[in-house]
C-alpha cells in the first residue's frame, strides 16, 4: 500500500526503503530464531526460549529469581514463563520455591542439573549464533547493530505505569 492509493485516509505510508528494511528485519530474525531454535533442540532437546531462561538464571544471584523478575528479563508473560518453567521443572532444571516474605510470590532456582545442561550446550549455542550473524558482521556493523537495538529496545519498553508490556499481563 502507499499514500497515493489511499486518499481517504492520511496514513503515514512506508517508504519502499523502509519496507525493504522492515521485511528484511522480518525475515533475518525469523530465519535466526529458527536456526538457534533448532541448534538447541538438537543439541539439548528444548527450545530457545527455554534456554535463555537458564542463562538468565545461571546470571543471577544464587542461580534464581522471582518469577516475575525472570518473566521481566525473559520479556514474555507471565502465563508462558510459568508454562516454561512447568517443562523445566519435569526436566529437573529448575525448580521452583516459595517467597517467605511473601506467600503469593515464588523464585525459579536453577539446579545442578541445569547448570550442567547449560555448560553441555552453551559451546554449539554461542558457535551458532557466531556463525549466524557475528561472522556474516564487521566489527563496525556489529555495533552499529548493537547501537540500534538498544536504542530500538528502550523505546519499546516505557517507565509509565500502566504500560502494556508482556511480564506485566
Known sequence: MNPASDSATHHRWLTDDEQRVWRSYLQATTLLEDHL???????????????????????????RLRMTELAMKAKITRSRLSH?????EQNGWVRREDCASDKRGQFAVLTDKGTEVLRRTAP?????VRQALFERLT???????GEIMEIVAEGLQPDEAGADLPWLR
Open 84 to 88: 516454561a518453567i512447568a517443562r523445566l
Open 124 to 128: 554449539g549455542h554461542v558457535t551458532a
Open 139 to 145: 566489527p563496525e556493523q556489529q555495533k552499529a547493530l
Open 37 to 63: 531454535d533448532r541448534q538447541l533442540q538438537r543439541d539439548a532437546g528444548m527450545p530457545h526460549i527455554y534456554y535463555g531462561l537458564l542463562v538468565t538464571l545461571a546470571d543471577a544471584p544464587r542461580r
